[in-house]
């Protein structure tokens, strides 16, 4: 299984994710044994093993990632080599319906990368990702009617000691089908940028992400 990269938080700022849904009216059958092999869309097997339990509305799973991956080539290079070991916490929940249709989705992110420009490390710089993703489907079962919407802290770029040098704190808004929004507040080399709806693919540009990251690398803890 390959686990996403540091680099995720870059993707996950430009394709990206609030609020609580109802959910569908419907009495079900009573509560029994859950039939995993019947979820649409089936569970993501990196969160395994996934608990489900039948609730009056129907199936509730939550699944769970915790892992470590050692230090390894990061995606690309500054003025030496970058390396990264990435950490990963995730807890995940998912609603279905009794026809054993997803439509609904919450998911806690923590993850880290520890960068350094020595294959073994020490780190020198850190990439964290705290966010909290909330996905409701308009067609239960239907992916592409998924809207994601992301609220926390979805990059955080900075040396092991010091300020960060980029840091971006809000909700990201991606309805299917079209180009997500962002709203909060972005601090780029201690220059503070806030934005309301403005498209996500002009709040950090990849080269602002890499110029943060070979910043926050190269200097000395």
Same mark, same amino acid.
């Given at each position: 299984?390959?686990?996403?990269?540091?680099?995720?938080?870059? !993707?996950?700022?430009?394709?990206?994710?609030?609020?609580?849904?109802?959910?569908?009216?419907?009495?079900?059958?009573?509560?029994?044994?859950? *039939?995993?092999?019947?979820?649409?869309?089936?569970?993501?097997?990196?969160?395994?093993?996934?608990?489900?339990?039948?609730?009056?509305?129907?199936? #509730?799973?939550?699944?769970?990632?915790?892992?470590?991956?050692?230090?390894?080539?990061? *995606?690309?290079?500054?003025?030496?080599? #970058?390396?990264?070991?990435?950490?990963?916490? /995730?807890?995940?929940?998912?609603?279905?319906?009794?026809?054993?249709?997803?439509? *609904? /989705?919450?998911?806690?992110?923590?993850?880290?990368?520890?960068?350094?420009?020595?294959?073994?490390?020490?780190?020198?710089?850190?990439?964290?990702?705290?966010?909290?993703?909330?996905?409701?489907?308009?067609?239960?079962?239907?992916?592409?009617?998924?809207?994601?919407?992301?609220?926390?802290?979805?990059?955080?770029?900075?040396? !092991?000691?010091?300020?960060?040098?980029?840091?971006?704190?809000?909700?990201?808004?991606?309805?299917?089908?079209?180009?997500?929004?962002?709203?909060?507040? !972005?601090?780029?080399?201690? !220059?503070?940028?806030?934005?309301?709806?403005?498209?996500?693919?002009?709040?950090?540009?990849?080269?602002?992400?890499?110029?943060?990251?070979?910043?926050?690398?190269?200097?000395?803890?």
């Amino acid at each position: 299984m390959k686990l996403t990269s540091a680099r995720t938080a870059l !993707v996950v700022l430009v394709a990206a994710m609030g609020q609580l849904v109802s959910s569908p009216a419907s009495a079900g059958p009573p509560p029994g044994p859950v *039939d995993e092999s019947l979820l649409v869309p089936a569970l993501n097997p990196a969160l395994a093993p996934w608990s489900c339990k039948a609730k009056q509305t129907g199936p #509730v799973c939550t699944g769970a990632l915790d892992a470590v991956n050692e230090w390894q080539p990061f *995606d690309f290079s500054c003025d030496a080599p #970058v390396y990264a070991r990435s950490t990963f916490h /995730r807890r995940a929940t998912r609603y279905y319906d009794w026809d054993y249709r997803n439509y *609904d /989705r919450y998911v806690h992110q923590n993850d880290l990368d520890e960068l350094s420009t020595s294959p073994t490390g020490p780190a020198t710089a850190l990439i964290s990702v705290r966010t909290r993703f909330h996905e409701p489907f308009e067609v239960p079962g239907d992916l592409s009617t998924m809207t994601v919407v992301t609220e926390g802290v979805p990059l955080d770029i900075r040396p !092991v000691r010091g300020a960060p040098v980029l840091r971006v704190v809000g909700t990201l808004v991606e309805p299917p089908g079209e180009v997500g929004t962002f709203s909060g507040h !972005v601090t780029d080399h201690g !220059v503070t940028t806030r934005y309301e709806d403005a498209p996500l693919d002009t709040v950090v540009s990849e080269e602002t992400f890499v110029e943060a990251v070979c910043t926050a690398v190269q200097e000395l803890p």
